[in-house]
């Protein structure tokens, strides 16, 4: 019997090994992701959005189970509480939350098509494109998005959250075109490129379906750090006081709890939520990074 | 120039030129292209705080005559930029008619003071921390425990900040909670000063570090474990060398090169998060000068602080890439015949 279930176990194992896309990290750091689109699907479905917009309860009343300091209790109909103006936090956090996802990734997508062009442009035609692409990506490259973006939004007022993401993807787009440009580089003189190129294939078709497959890996790390870049440089300028200033957004929450005090009134779920959802965001963004180093460089599997 | 080449020397110098002309350039640029003007918003403040304002018209259009608004685009340009390479970029609209510049000088030694101090000591941490994790004989708890605490290293600084500062110094009241010194204490060379200089930057130093020392910890991981495969790594175990030297002179002085480019990469967000960490504390540097700024919508200092911190971040990047050969002698520039 014992020794069945050993043979079981070691069987599993063996097979964790030979799929390394089982892997823990990519797994609970999916698995947080998920959560907090979760959070704003059934949130949507549940719960009465428009209370993030009025503020008709009591102010800063507590999640339920705590007391303010005007010693009033939380009640259900807020469960997690209220901000400074009385406005629902469980709707600002289902609104927030899932909106903060979506700026990241949009520009992070939009950043890594614009990386996958140019990288490819880059590396392929060569020349005087290359040389512009390379010195235009190097210089952008050390330009700190949230100063430049603090000029655009200080200057232009308002913004949709989508414009917000197209504006910081003209900065996440750097990274990935470096990273092609030099793994085309050196594809191009790999055995099997050229077996493509003297068999007449079209420069299409190498690009997409003989070199992308194997950029893949080093793709998903970049494509998944640009959107933790993406989403810290939009709380960035949230808590600035700049970004959409009509949609409540986990950065404004936050700031708008500094600006009230809310730090010295103990008021800690009003920042304190928010900060939280941030952070669960970025610790499963850093694990799925962390999966997908693991599933595409082996040796450091033994971890 | 001594060991560095003079083709690369220039190289460096054309990319950093071209970055600080970009950057001035796109701050240029952007307020022009914007459907608001900021003449208007200025007189908008005028009005908020002045009831009506006579003449509405004809103040508006001296300001534009005063800013050179009413100058062709070209020459606004080639003015901006000439001001801009003498570090003068007007007066600030908010506490007029204080110069920008000087408002920046009085901000910046904080900054700089705060950043060099929070660097060092992150990336010291980091990558001890780092090769200890991958060296094969540090202790097991070490193995365990760091990788489990790196998980919060993920998070930016001002969400660190906000944690540290509620229960650092909301709660236990240990820190102050906000300020790069007391109100009490007179500004100077003081024993008092530097005591509360010291006490009230703990906490925005320790916010960053706390969350980027992962960051090195990871990678200087990653090249520990290459590191490791190395022949030389081999040899120097077969020629029974004490385990600790191979720790020290083989294996971390080879592994820690890649890590000062990657440093070089990282400054730009490093500067960005400690803006936001300023603008939480409220400590005195450029973080809060551009909060304040963007709050009043004081657009000449909002365009200086963002100028003065890419150039930062521009310069400290080009003393990395400068100094990297001399740590490396095995980067040679020029295609191998230094």
């Known amino acids: 019997m014992t020794g069945h279930r050993a ?23 999916a698995g947080l992701l998920l959560a907090i689109v979760a959070l704003g699907i059934i949130g949507r479905a549940f719960w009465n959005l428009d209370l993030a917009f009025t503020g008709a309860a009591p102010l800063k009343l507590p999640p339920v189970g705590f007391e303010n300091l005007r010693g009033q209790e939380g009640a259900w109909i807020h469960p997690i509480g209220t901000d400074g103006s009385g406005r629902d936090m469980l709707a600002l956090i289902v609104i927030g939350a899932p909106n903060s996802l979506f700026v990241g990734l949009l520009a992070s997508l939009i950043g890594m098509s614009l990386g996958i062009f140019l990288g490819f442009s880059a590396g392929f035609i060569g020349g005087r494109t290359d040389d512009v692409i390379r010195v235009v990506s190097d210089v952008m490259i050390t330009i700190p998005p949230l100063l430049i973006l603090v000029v655009v939004q200080s200057a232009w007022g308002d913004v949709s959250l989508t414009m917000m993401a197209l504006l910081i993807a003209g900065f996440v787009w750097q990274s990935p075109t ?24 079209s420069t299409m078709h190498i690009m997409f379906r003989e ?68 952070g669960l965001m970025f610790i499963g963004l850093l694990l799925v990074n962390l999966g997908l180093d693991e599933v595409s460089n082996p040796r450091l599997r033994k971890l | 120039m001594g060991r560095i080449p003079r083709s ?5 110098v054309v990319t950093l030129l071209l970055t600080v002309w970009i950057a001035a350039t796109l701050i240029w640029i952007i307020p022009r292209l914007s459907p608001v003007d900021p003449a208007d918003i200025m007189l908008g403040r005028m009005a908020a705080g002045a009831g009506a304002v006579e003449n509405a018209d004809q103040i508006l259009e001296r300001l534009k005559a005063n800013f050179g608004l009413n100058d062709p685009l070209v020459v606004q340009y080639v003015k901006y930029i000439r001001n801009v390479v003498i570090f003068d970029f007007g007066l600030s609209t908010a506490t007029f008619p204080t110069q920008v510049s000087t ?19 992150t990336f010291f941490i980091g990558n001890a921390l780092g090769a200890l994790m991958a060296w094969d004989r540090s202790p097991k708890l070490v193995r365990v425990a760091i990788p489990a605490a790196m998980v919060f290293t993920s998070i930016p600084p001002i969400l660190s900040g906000l944690l540290l500062m509620w229960i650092l110094a909301a709660k236990l009241r240990w820190f102050p909670l906000t300020g790069a010194y007391g109100l009490t204490v007179e500004p100077g060379w003081t024993w008092g000063f530097v005591q509360s200089v010291i006490h009230h930057g703990f906490l925005p130093a320790l916010s960053i570090v706390i969350v980027t020392f992962g960051f090195w910890a990871l990678g200087m991981r ?13 040899l120097a175990k077969a020629k029974g060398l004490r385990p600790r030297y191979i720790l020290y002179r083989y294996m971390i002085r080879n592994a820690i090169l890649p890590q000062i480019t990657a440093f070089a990469l ?28 963007i709050l009043d919508q004081d657009f000449p200092v909002i365009q200086g602080v963002s100028f003065v911190i890419i150039l930062m971040t521009a310069v400290s990047v080009f003393l990395v890439d400068l100094v990297y050969p001399f740590v490396d002698p095995r980067v040679r520039h020029d295609g191998g015949e230094a």
């Open chain 2, 266 to 293: 990282k400054i730009g967000l490093l500067v960005a998060g400690q803006v936001l960490v300023e603008r939480i504390f409220a400590y005195n540097g450029m973080g809060k000068l551009l909060y304040d700024a």
């Open chain 2, 8 to 12: 690369y020397l220039l190289n460096r």
């Open chain 2, 103 to 121: 408002l920046i000088a009085r901000a910046l030694p904080w900054t700089v003071g705060l950043m060099l101090l929070s660097v060092v000591i």
């Open chain 1, 211 to 278: 070199m992308l497959p194997n950029l893949v890996p080093y793709l998903f790390g970049s494509f998944i750090a640009n959107v933790t870049t993406s989403i810290v440089t939009a709380v960035g300028l949230e808590v600035l006081g700049l970004g959409p200033q009509r949609i409540p957004t986990l950065g404004r929450t936050i700031y708008e709890a500094i600006n009230a005090g809310a730090l010295i009134q103990n008021l800690w779920w009003w920042w304190g939520i928010p900060t939280l959802l941030l």
């Open chain 1, 178 to 201: 470096r990273l092609i440009r030099a793994q085309v580089l050196s594809m191009k003189q790999s055995g099997y490129v050229q077996m493509a190129r003297l068999s007449g294939a």
């Open chain 1, 7 to 29: 043979g079981e176990i070691k069987g599993w194992r063996l097979r964790r090994f030979e799929s390394p896309w089982v892997n823990p990290k990519l797994f609970w750091g």
């Open chain 2, 222 to 234: 990653g090249l520990m474990i290459t590191v490791q495969g190395e022949d030389y790594v081999t």
